[in-house]
T-cell receptor, first 116, second 115 residues
Framework: GAVVSQHPSRVICKSGTSVKIECRSLDFQATTMFWYRQFPKKSLMLMATSNEGSKATYEQGVEKDKFLINHASLTLSTLTVTSAHPEDSSFYIC????????????FGDGTRLSIL | AQKVTQAQTEISVVEKEDVTLDCVYETRDTTYYLFWYKQPPSGELVFLIRRNSFDEQNEISGRYSWNFQKSTSSFNFTITASQVVDSAVYFCALSEAPGDDKIIFGKGTRLHILP
């Protein structure tokens, strides 16, 4: 079945650091990828929709300059948390959908980000 | 606006008991898709089922079954003969499209299966 790989699975870094998270579709092409954020014991909230070759569409309340999204190819989208602060600590999870067809989104395993 | 409500925040049952997780949704769309995902302690999201709004047939997959009722805007999930490995957070979700649109998640139900 379709596989989405997310890397790294866990990051611990100091405040002020920028952190890049990669989301790859391993065996299919994904025109669209999604980035979600999940606070501890909370639901998943969509942050942005990433379309290959164009600017990402951010949900209301999500700072686009804080969370930079790049979808440079049909198999890779990256989320960069710039100048991260402790309040950015969270579980970030991406999903990808096959370019054509009627397939559901496939989710990566998530990245647990901890900012000290 | 779309909304998914999972009223049960946390449920604990003894192994081998049956358990039903409730999900109520709101949408103005006539075409929509409903999902259930499982999130074990390791964090990944496991896709369980997708159902479109035109298919009200109940579905059974092994010990799992789903009851979709448009009249009450509910899409409930039942685990029969629960096992410890079923312990996880379960999310009900809603989307306007089968895959290429944002998914609105409920707040999740944390299920504890006690040995």
């Amino acid at each position: 079945g379709a596989v989405v790989s997310q890397h790294p699975s866990r990051v611990i870094c100091k405040s002020g650091t920028s952190v890049k998270i990669e989301c790859r579709s391993l065996d299919f092409q994904a025109t669209t990828m999604f980035w979600y954020r999940q606070f501890p014991k909370k639901s998943l909230m969509l942050m942005a929709t990433s379309n290959e070759g164009s600017k990402a569409t951010y949900e209301q309340g999500v700072e686009k300059d804080k969370f930079l999204i790049n979808h440079a190819s049909l198999t890779l989208s990256t989320l960069t948390v710039t100048s991260a602060h402790p309040e950015d600590s969270s579980f970030y999870i991406c999903s990808a959908v096959l370019t054509s067809g009627n397939q559901p989104q496939h989710f990566g395993d998530g990245t647990r980000l901890s900012i000290l | 606006a779309q909304k998914v409500t999972q009223a049960q925040t946390e449920i604990s049952v003894v192994e081998k008991e049956d358990v039903t997780l409730d999900c109520v949704y709101e949408t103005r769309d006539t075409t929509y898709y409903l999902f259930w995902y499982k999130q074990p302690p390791s964090g990944e999201l496991v896709f369980l089922i997708r159902r479109n709004s035109f298919d009200e047939q109940n579905e059974i997959s092994g010990r799992y079954s789903w009851n979709f009722q448009k009249s009450t805007s509910s899409f409930n999930f039942t685990i029969t003969a629960s096992q410890v490995v079923d312990s996880a957070v379960y999310f009900c979700a809603l989307s306007e499209a089968p895959g290429d649109d944002k998914i609105i998640f409920g707040k999740g139900t944390r299920l504890h299966i006690l040995p």
